[in-house]
């Protein structure tokens, strides 16, 4: 694994943490770090849930590019064994 699809994977993860305990106990772990309460941001938040969103879709893009990419050369793979 890349070290960018590494800091992507580690964000997807602590946003995912974030969500599951905001569901579960009502409790916003990445506003209480910057010292804001439940439902509420300031810039310090803003940025790391952006960059939770960014790495969401980063991490889909290159999913479906390589699912892709092995499908076009497993299609490859199969045609030459025949």
Do not use: P
């Not at 999913?63 to 199969?78: I, N």
């Amino acid at each position: 694994m890349k070290g960018l699809q590494k800091v992507a994977a580690a964000l997807v993860i602590v946003g995912g943490l974030n969500w599951g305990l905001v569901a579960i106990a009502q409790f916003d772990l990445v506003a209480w770090i910057f010292g804001e309460d439940f439902g509420t941001t300031n810039a310090a938040s803003r940025i790391v849930y952006g960059l939770v969103g960014l790495s969401a879709v980063y991490l889909a893009v290159t999913l479906f590019a390589q699912r892709e990419h092995t499908a076009a050369h497993g299609s490859q793979a199969a045609t030459a064994a025949h």
